[in-house]
Each structure stands twice: as C-alpha cells, then as structure tokens.
C-alpha cells in the first residue's frame, strides 16, 4: 500500500512526515517489568505506519485505513475522550488521543493533525501493536513541535498514555522496545534504572514467531490481576524483608525462606516473578558467551513457569512450545507478551528454518486440527521519521 497515496486521497494533499513504529517480541522476561525487573525485547520487522501532516485547526483528523473507519476530535477535549460530534472515540482511536493527551499534559506544544496509518502488527497477539501505535504518533508530534527528548522519555509519555487515558496497567517494555530498537539485536532493559544496552541476538539463529490465533477479550482483568497478586506478596514479604520495594528486590534463595508464609497462589506468582528476573541476567550472560543452547534452555524453563506458577498459558501456546521440542534445529521458545492468547517465539538454527516453520505448521494442523500462523522475524530499529 503506498501509504502518501493514500494520504493525498484523504485529505487532497500531501503529507509532511511519515513515521514507522514496530512492534516487539519479547525474547524472555515476562510481567518482570511492572516488578521492576529487566526484560529482553527486540523491535520487530512488523510496524504502523503512519502519512501525516500539521492541520492549523487544533483538530486531528484520524483515517485508520485497516479498519477503513474515520474520526476527528478536539486537542481541547482530550480529557472528554470525545469525537468532534460529541460521540465516544472509539477505542482503536484512544491510543493516539491518549498521546496527544499525555504530551500536553507533560507541557509539550501539540499540534492539529491529519494523518493515515495502517499496520502489519497483528492486533492482540502479543506483539504490541498499541504500543507500536503510541510511539508512531509521538513521534510524529515530537517532530511537528519540534522538542528535544530522547527516544526513552518519548517511550515514558507513551505509557502514561496506556495507563492513565486507555486504562491499561502496563509496564514500559512494549513502549521503550518499539521506541529504542536496534537492528539485530536484542534489548537489555533494566526497568527501574531505565539502563539499558543492545545485545546482539545469537550468531547463526533465527527468531520464528508461532500466532496460536487465540485472542481474550478479559486479558485487561487478568492482568491487573497478576499486578495485584505481585504487590500482595511484597507487602507479605516485608514483615521478613522490610528494605523491599518490588518483588526486584527479593532473591530466589529469600523467598525460598519465606514462602511458607505465603499463600499458595500468591507464592506461585511471585516464584515466577523472582527467578525470571535470574533468568533474564542469565539470558544476557548467554548472549555475551555466544552461547545459544543456554539462552534456549532458559526461554523453555520460561514458558514452563509461565504455565504452572503464573499461569497465563493456554492449551494452543503449550501445545505450539510441545511441538518444536520434536523438531530439528529449535533451541528455545515461550509465549511472549502478556499471555492468556497470542504468540510463541522460537529460537531457530538458520539451516533448519524452513523445515522447523512447516514443522510446526503441519504439527499443529495435526494435534489440533487448526491453523497456525508461523513467520520468520528480523530483530529491527525503533521509530522512525522521514520528512517529506
Ligand atoms: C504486556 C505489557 C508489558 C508487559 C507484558 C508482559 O505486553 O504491556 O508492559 O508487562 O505484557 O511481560
């Protein structure tokens, strides 16, 4: 789709900028960044991609080509979450109105806009398409306003968009991953010092991503509900460890001591939460040794803590991680994103590529009788903006 024909069918005119977002694969660390524990992301080669230009109206005129739905609402009545005629936005437009709201709320000079967008990010899946969306547009604004902030405080905004105007509980990783990418390589991010480096994936191996299809709708309760079960068990752990903040703040061998004193679910969250911030560290260590068969091994004892501590699995994703111990060449995988639905991500040796991908495509097709989306996937850059 040529996407600045589209525009100029839109709106008569051609547009000034176009911004590229992607969405990211979460290569392990999962529900570890609101526990305020590193996460290893990589951007992915799937992005939104957004034609745009200033509009002198205050007004920000939406056209969502993949929904082919419309809308234009006031940067005056942000906080009403209403369209120009007064209506509710509807929800895919509160990503970007929650952007523009948080930037102004942050004292950014924000600027009328009309703008097209569309997207290869599978919506729901775990790839953070929203995410992709909200850095799109910011930094779409930024280079209308023409302010200075780095890429993770852009990332920063993005979020407050998601927590305070969308609704959503969410971390930092999918903003800062989407924000921050670098081509071929994986993100180390340490969420509490927001440090973080660029690791380069392991030499010779590929990242295959498996879409199970399986999409739920409550995934909002079930989240805040693992958030919730996180804090219940630091505010229990504190009578035995007062210095703690987060779950960050507990070792496997302390909470080993201390679990007894806790209540069996809230136990099995936290287990998760704690040795999945070693696997992380571990995972890193991997990278640096070059050492595929350790980062693999780790994203496996991932999916299963994820299936039996946390438990955000489902029967398709157990079965899709079931499947690639059978086939050639899969060094590791493990649902990805939030859970509950959505993807796998596999670890693939390249000269077995192809094969592992029908593999698991027939393998799949056999077990469960339904299909599975499998695609091969190129860790990228973060945003970016071309002027016109
Ligand atoms: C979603 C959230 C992230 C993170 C993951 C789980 O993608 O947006 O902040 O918590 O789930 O790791």
Redesign the pocket.
Known sequence: MDISAQFKHNFDCQPTHISRAPGRV?LIG?????NNGPVLPAAIDRTVIIAAAGSADNTVHLHALDLEERVSFSLASLEGKIDLTGNPLPDWARYPAGVAWSLKVAGLDVRGLRAVYTSDVPIGA?L?SSAAVEVGFAALWQALGGWDIDRLELAQLCQRAENDYVGMP?????QFASACGVEGHALYFDTRSLEWLAAPLPPGTSIVIADSGVRRSLINSA?SERRASCERAVDLLKEYLPDIRSLRDVSPIELAAYSDYLPDEIRKRAEHIVKEIARVDSALNALRREDKRAFGALMYSSHTSMRDLYEISTPELDTLVDLTRRLPGCLGARLT??GFGGCTVNLVEDPYVVEFMGGLEAGYKMETGCQVQVYLCRASQGVSIQEI
């Open positions: 979460n999962e529900h570890v960044d609101y775990g953070s969410c971390g930092l990783m999918d989240y994103g939030a």
